[in-house]
T-cell receptor, first 113, second 112 residues
């Protein structure tokens, strides 16, 4: 597709379960970002990939959060033992290189019940 | 530590008038700034950007101004249209660290 694609668009999970969120960036974009937006909050940085490596993962809130990127393309954000405070919209973005705008996907709305 | 701040959570402007959204930053290493617009249930979409070597960038109805000494940037929308009603985020990055640091957003409402 032409844009950043995220799946699923919505996910409801029980507290304590693990979830995986997927991001397909724009083809050829080397940089990939994960952000989240909690209710009434701004965009919180989670992790940044350049190719398959993550030079900045400083925003991951706890060791329950991890992310990987394979083939310089698809990325998966995994949240283990989900908690209610993990409920948020998780947004993925990609860009070609520095100095160009990042394009966002529509996000995955995660609800932990 | 909020390095990018949008101190006005909301703003209402009459249709046809100028909308001015403000953003302040604390990190003097930031050298690239962007504005994004976000509608409900959608991802943010890029509006306009500016490099620190410039103090103004214009694109149609949108103009971004950068005042490096004050660590302040603003987005001007003129004339404002109903479709401009959205949440606006400013973002910044610095050379050597590609992540975008976002402000908390300003909800702009254009009154017909």
């Amino acid at each position: 597709g032409a844009g950043v694609s995220q799946s699923p668009s919505n996910k409801v999970t029980e507290k304590g379960k693990d979830v995986e969120l997927r991001c397909d960036p724009i083809s050829g974009h080397t940089a990939l970002y994960w952000y989240r937006q909690s209710l009434g909050q701004g965009l919180e940085f989670l992790i940044y990939f350049q190719g398959n490596s993550a030079p900045d993962k400083s925003g991951l809130p706890s060791d329950r959060f991890s992310a990987e990127r394979t083939g310089g393309s698809v990325s998966t954000l995994t949240i283990q033992r989900t908690q209610q405070e993990d409920s948020a919209v998780y947004l993925c973005a990609s860009n070609l290189n520095r100095g160009t705008e990042a394009f966002f996907g529509q996000g995955t709305r995660l609800t932990v019940v | 530590d909020q390095q990018v701040k949008q101190n006005s959570p909301s703003l209402s402007v009459q249709e046809g008038r100028i909308s001015i959204l403000n953003c302040d930053y604390t990190n003097s290493m930031f050298d690239y700034f962007l504005w994004y617009k976000k509608y409900p249930a959608e991802g943010p979409t890029f509006l306009i950007s500016i490099s620190s070597i410039k103090d103004k960038n214009e694109d149609g109805r949108f103009t971004v101004f950068l005042n490096k000494s004050a660590k302040h940037l603003s987005l001007h929308i003129v004339p404002s249209q109903p479709g401009d009603s959205a949440v606006y985020f400013c973002a910044a990055s610095r050379f050597g660290n590609e992540k975008l640091t976002f402000g908390t957003g300003t909800r702009l409402t254009i009154i017909p």
